[in-house]
């Protein structure tokens, strides 16, 4: 198989399975006053110490939570309650239209049932929020502007954000920058610190580590409103018994994301190059999704729309050779609908039907590129010729 689906999640790393699986055999809630509960909070101390080092972050600026979705929605949500029961004037929430969709959703459902007004940045062609873009909309009226929520880098077409740039913007305002960093990390230099922003969403299956486990990085002075009550854990804006082997895998995969993130760069991004180049030279009418200097995209994401083709089609044909890829349409009761992130580029609906993401990692190889080349053609016109008849 080629296994070209890591945006999707990667494999664990072999390290990260031997950190979970030691710690599986141990008991101890990291509640708990006594022995067995004091080594399990030492754990997990100890892997936020070395998760905040990997992110550029305080340790006590790391709030673990069960992934990336529950992360968003504690930021999106949880800020916006803070803000707004400090000023209720605050009900104004601006995003990217090109985000997950645990950002989206979130942010929709505070405007269908808090009272929220949301607006939606513009992007240009490659999927990019600039930041006079920001400002534009903040100096409108910055006093009634709660928060701003646009990711680090677009899990679908790869395309990077100028994550400073716009925290800067924010900055000036007083407004709070949330970013979805869960593609980012261990492909680009994440640093919490230096960015500016005001919180952070990191997930631990993207960079090698288990299912189940990611963290918001919060600033000291953001006290979100919880999603979750009860015992008061995580700086008592997360309750919930902490799970320690995750939390102690996704601190030796984040470790070692970031020690190896040049490396990965380097080796993965040449990598997606040869497949782009293979892709285009297979199916020349091929539109390569984001943006298209390397240096503005993820080094392991490539993304393409085919001009008369279904993207689940494609997707289905491709796997069926043993090329496992995704579709960046979503499917609703079976029905595909075209991405939102290409339409907010401004790509027709048919085009954006047709779409296909090829996201590399640690354990691909130049052999997979070559199953890609090999495979593509053929499985492009045979979509083409089923689309006719």
């Known amino acids: 198989m080629a296994y070209l689906d890591h945006a999707a999640t990667t494999p664990m790393l072999p390290e990260a399975v031997q950190a979970m699986t030691a710690q599986l055999a141990l008991t101890g809630n990291a509640s708990s006053l006594h022995a067995a509960g004091r080594r399990a909070r030492r754990t997990v101390e100890e892997s936020r ?6 992110l550029g972050a305080r340790p006590s600026e790391v709030v673990f939570t069960a992934g990336g979705t529950e992360a968003d929605n504690l930021a999106v949500k949880g800020l916006y309650w803070s803000r707004r029961a400090a000023d209720p004037a605050r009900t104004r929430v601006l995003a990217s239209p090109v985000e997950h969709h645990a950002v989206l959703d979130a942010v929709d459902w505070l405007g269908t049932h808090e009272g929220a007004t949301v607006e939606y940045l513009p992007v240009d062609s490659c999927g990019r929020v600039h930041p006079d873009a920001l400002r534009e909309a903040i100096e409108r009226d910055p006093d009634d502007v709660a928060l701003a929520t646009v990711m680090w880098a677009n899990n679908e077409i790869g395309t990077v954000m100028p994550v400073r740039e716009l925290a800067a913007v924010a900055a000036e305002f007083g407004i709070p920058l949330h970013a ?12 919490f610190a230096a960015s500016g922003l005001a919180a952070m969403t990191v997930s631990g299956h993207k960079v090698g580590g288990p299912y189940g ?3 918001l990085l919060l600033g000291r002075q953001y006290a979100p409103v919880p999603l979750l009550h009860g015992g008061g854990q995580e700086r008592h804006v997360r309750s919930g018994t902490l799970d320690v082997p995750a939390v102690a895998a996704f601190a ?13 760069a380097r080796e ?10 293979a892709v285009r030279s297979a199916v020349p009418d091929a539109v390569l999704g984001g943006d298209p200097d390397p240096a503005g995209r993820l080094p392991a994401n490539a993304h393409f729309s085919f001009p008369g083709c279904e993207g689940d089609s494609l997707l289905l044909l491709l796997d069926a050779q043993g090329i496992e890829c995704s579709t960046g349409s979503a499917c609703t009761a079976g029905v595909a609908q075209p991405s939102h992130v290409v339409l907010a580029t401004g790509s027709a609906p048919d085009l954006a039907r047709g779409t296909l993401r090829f996201s590399l990692g640690h354990t691909s190889t130049k052999a997979d590129v070559v199953a890609v080349a090999e495979a593509i053609g053929p499985v492009v016109e045979r979509a083409r010729s089923a689309g006719l008849s």
Not at 180 to 191: I, N, P, R
Not at 252 to 264: I, K, N, Q, S
């Open 49 to 54: 110490e070395s998760l905040a080092a990997a």
């Open 180 to 191: 979805d960093a869960v593609q980012a990390f261990g492909q680009l230099d994440v640093d």
């Open 213 to 215: 486990i990611g963290a």
């Open 252 to 264: 030796v995969a984040g470790t070692l994301a970031a020690e190896r993130r040049d490396a990965f």
């Open 268 to 277: 993965v991004g040449a990598l997606r190059d040869a497949l782009i180049e």
